[in-house]
Structures are given as C-alpha cells and as structure tokens.
C-alpha cells in the first residue's frame, strides 16, 4: 500500500479533471461534486483508450467514441470490449488530496517494447512512458545499467509485461543527443590513453572498440583477463580524461 500526496482540493474544479503521473503510471483526478471524487488509470488497460475526457455520471466512469464504460467504484468494465481499470482510493484531508494505491502490483501495468542497443547489438525490452510517442524503426533515448544511450525499437509499444526490463526510454528524439554526443570524434585519443594503460599491465589486452554513450560515458571492448588492476586503470583514466570509462570484455567461442 503506498500513499501519495496529489495536491489541494481547491487547486481542481467539478468537472475539469487534471491527469497527474505516479511512477510509469498515468492517473485521471476527477472531481464530480462539492466533494465527490474519483481517481483512475488516465489510459485504458487493453487498447489504451484516453479517458482524460470521460465524463462521470450515476456512478460510472464513460466515454460516447468508443462506447465505453467503467464502474467508479471497482474499476469494473460494463459497456465496451476492454479489461477492468484501475482505480485508485482517493482521500481529503485538510484541503490536500491524497491517493492510495491499493494493490501495489496493479501499478505494474507497463508499456514496453523491444529495442537494439549497443555497439555490438544487443538486445533488450525498455519500458515506454505513456507520453511518448514512439514507433516500430524509430531511433530513440533510452537510459539502462551501462549510461544513457541510443536505442532503435525493434516492435511497436505492447501493454501488460510485468517482466524484468533493460531500461527506460526517455526521449523520442535521437538527433537532439546525438548532436551533445561529446568525444565521438575524439575516441582514438582516447583509445591511445587506454592502450598505454593497459600496456603497462602484465597481462595481454586487445581493444576492439570504443564506445561513446550519450551520457559521455566510454564503453571499453576488449579482450583478456578481467582482474582488480583495471578498476584502478578506469579511475586514473577519469582522473586524467574527465570520462567515465567501464569495460566490456568479449568472450568467442571456441
């Protein structure tokens, strides 16, 4: 059970709802009444339905095109070709509005899709915020474990995983970064700094790539032995650079 502070009474009028976001989730407040209120899920579960312009009336949460119609109390579906939605419980006190969200995995309703990250093309499912709009092909934003990166989507955005995701899309629009992208034109001097780092190592290493992030974050490929002196071959690099370096060592097969 989590509760969430939304705002004041006063700040929303009757019949003008306001959509506010929690998380991944987008929420629909709507006021019916001096002080009748309700709180649910902004986009249908299924065909992801806008319903900022639903009406309220005689209990029940509808939209005329498509005809559509849900239960304010329980989120039930009664008219139309769709799941149940979420409704949240919406409380005041002392003029300031608070929502509590029930049934904590009902929030993991998400919108993913498949995308192509990666110097050497992998592959992994990012989480797609509602207000994106993003299609199959498109290259994007998005940030995972290893920076903010460039993305192309792979399929179209699908609703209901409840997976474990590679990361989050956070701009639709690639050439926007790609133009801050800080050391794409100067990564064989950086390359020649890392070489002469690892030089001086006892251990054999190959460089495949540099890889530049959006973030300026570099991304070494390489090939040897993983051991505790690279750690201190990154901090010096940085130190020396003013880039964030990591490793990413290849194996092939045999």
């Not at 989507?153 to 970064?177: N, R, W």
């Not at 190959?206 to 570099?218: A, N, P, R």
Request: aromatic share 8%.
């Amino acid at each position: 059970m989590k509760r969430i502070r939304i705002g004041h009474d006063y700040e929303i009028g009757v019949h003008q709802p306001i959509s506010k976001t929690i998380g991944t989730l987008e929420i629909v407040i709507y006021r019916f009444g001096a002080s009748d209120w309700a709180a649910f899920e902004r986009y249908s579960p299924v065909y992801r339905i806008d319903l900022i312009n639903a009406s309220i009336d005689d209990g029940f949460i509808s939209l005329s095109n498509p005809e559509l119609s849900f239960s304010v109390e329980t989120g039930e579906c009664v008219k139309g070709k769709e799941e149940d939605l979420l409704v949240l419980q919406l409380s005041v006190e002392r003029s300031e509005l608070f929502v509590t969200l029930l049934i904590p995995e009902q929030v993991n309703h998400q919108i993913t899709c498949l995308a192509k990250y990666g110097s050497d093309g992998r592959i992994g499912r990012f989480l797609v915020p509602d207000h994106l709009e993003i299609t199959q092909r498109m290259i994007a934003v998005a940030e995972t474990a290893r920076g903010v990166e460039r993305v192309e989507l792979l399929e179209e955005p699908k609703y209901g995983f409840d997976g474990i995701v590679t990361g989050t899309i956070i701009h639709s629009e690639y050439a926007t970064y790609e133009s801050q992208l800080k050391y794409k034109d100067d990564l064989q001097q950086l390359s020649n700094a890392v070489e002469e780092k690892l030089s001086a190592l006892p251990n054999s290493y190959i460089i495949l790539e540099l890889e530049s992030l959006l973030d300026g974050t570099v991304i070494i490929h390489a090939v040897g032995e993983l051991t505790n002196q690279l750690g201190i071959i990154t901090a010096e690099l940085a130190q020396e650079t003013g880039v964030a370096f990591s490793f990413n060592f290849c194996e092939f097969a045999s």
